[in-house]
């Protein structure tokens, strides 16, 4: 049996726009999974935005297709910088996209899933897919996330250090 396959984007900002980026000036978007199982939770119960996709769909649609599902907001506009792809320890396979950009927390309206809750009592429950979203640093994501996903953090460091004019804040003056 294949592996089952997510893909998603880690949307990033540099707010202090630094000629050489660190982990200190980079935030990225991040999302607490919603149900019952992560409420009570906070360490390690946040993740990029991502989903899976079927075989015959285009990992980068399925990011878009995903981004928009769990925060209700298409994508903005900007490069995709690759991050690769990354084996979680339930054996599924996540690929992710940096882009650099920005979205308005307060115009997001989370997809739903739902779920018989509580187990074995016959009732089917909605949920959100994410129950809130933030803005954090790379250090703070790094507490946040589930550990699967923190690779990715230090991906786009070393993609932003590559090109450190990726994503920094431009003087619109």
Known sequence: MAAKRSAGLVLFRRPGGGSVPTGD???????HMGGPLWAKRDERAWSFPKGE???????T????????????LAPPDGAWLPLGESRQSSGKVVTLWALAG??????????????????????????????????AGVAQAREKLVAGQTVFLDRLLDVLAADPSAGAKRDES
Request: net charge negative.
């Open 102 to 135: 920005e979205v308005d927390l307060d115009l997001v309206v989370p997809g739903t899933f739902t779920m018989e809750w509580p187990p074995r009592s016959g009732r089917i429950q909605e949920f959100p897919e994410i129950d809130r979203v933030a803005w």
């Open 25 to 31: 000036d980079v935030e990225v978007l991040i999302g």
């Open 53 to 59: 996709y079927a075989a015959e769909e285009e990992p």
């Open 61 to 72: 649609a399925a990011a878009r297709r995903e981004f928009q599902e769990e925060l209700g």
